[in-house]
């Protein structure tokens, strides 16, 4: 529909209808149009600006990637296994539970008992090439084993770019410089968790 279509229509009364500036027909219009933006001084004044913030040496932008932003606790960046601080276990019990809750299906797990009877988490792979970020395998694990953490760089050179779990675990020599730190962000549990904790009312 062109312009004039609209503007028969029955719009509100007071509405201001803008019709643009006229397209040049030719060769000496444009010039004229040109010249007229040059000599208001628009053109001018743009590059004073930029001459004056080159002079200033005021860089605004982030130099990356020499220089990093902090990312903000919730931000939901690649995931990270944490160990219990108590032990230095993973903390991971192989619930399954975040691997049946991914949307887009990229968390594979693997368990088996061990000698003691014990379920052993074996394999833990997260294809990050399909993962949304969702966060919802934070939120659902039960043992606060994985979180979001703040390392956003994860361009591959594959599509099917897979974070193990001993990339994502925590190095045993960080635990035991105490490096590892209780995640605040996304799937964390809030201060005030404790009071909403309720007890069982049945008598077992
Ligand atoms: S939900 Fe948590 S504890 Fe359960 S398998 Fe996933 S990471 Fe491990
Ligand atoms: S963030 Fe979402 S898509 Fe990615 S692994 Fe977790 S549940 Fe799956």
Partial sequence: MELRGFKNRNATPGYIY??????????????????ARAVKGEL???????????????????????????????????HKLLRLFESGHERCIGCGLCEKICI????????????????????????FGR??????????????????????????EQRAHFGLRED?????????AKKQKEFPGFGALSKDADKFVKKTPLAY
Wanted: one cysteine or more; glycine letters at 4%; a neutral charge.
């Fill in 18 to 35: 803008f019709e643009g500036e006229k397209e040049s027909q030719n060769s000496w219009e444009r010039f004229k149009r040109f010249s």
């Fill in 44 to 78: 001018f004044v743009g590059l004073w600006i930029v001459l004056r913030e080159m002079i200033k040496f005021n860089i605004h932008t982030v130099q990356y990637p020499l220089q990093k932003l902090q990312m903000f606790p919730r931000y939901r960046a690649i």
């Fill in 104 to 127: 887009a299906n990229c968390i594979k797990i693997d368990t088996k008992v061990d000698e003691n009877s014990r379920k052993l988490v074996t394999e833990y792979s997260i294809n």
């Fill in 168 to 176: 994502m675990l925590t190095p045993i020599d960080e635990f035991k």
């Fill in 131 to 156: 993962c949304i970020f969702c966060g919802y395998c934070a939120e659902v694990c039960p043992e606060l084993a994985i979180v979001h953490g703040g390392d956003y760089e994860h361009a591959s």
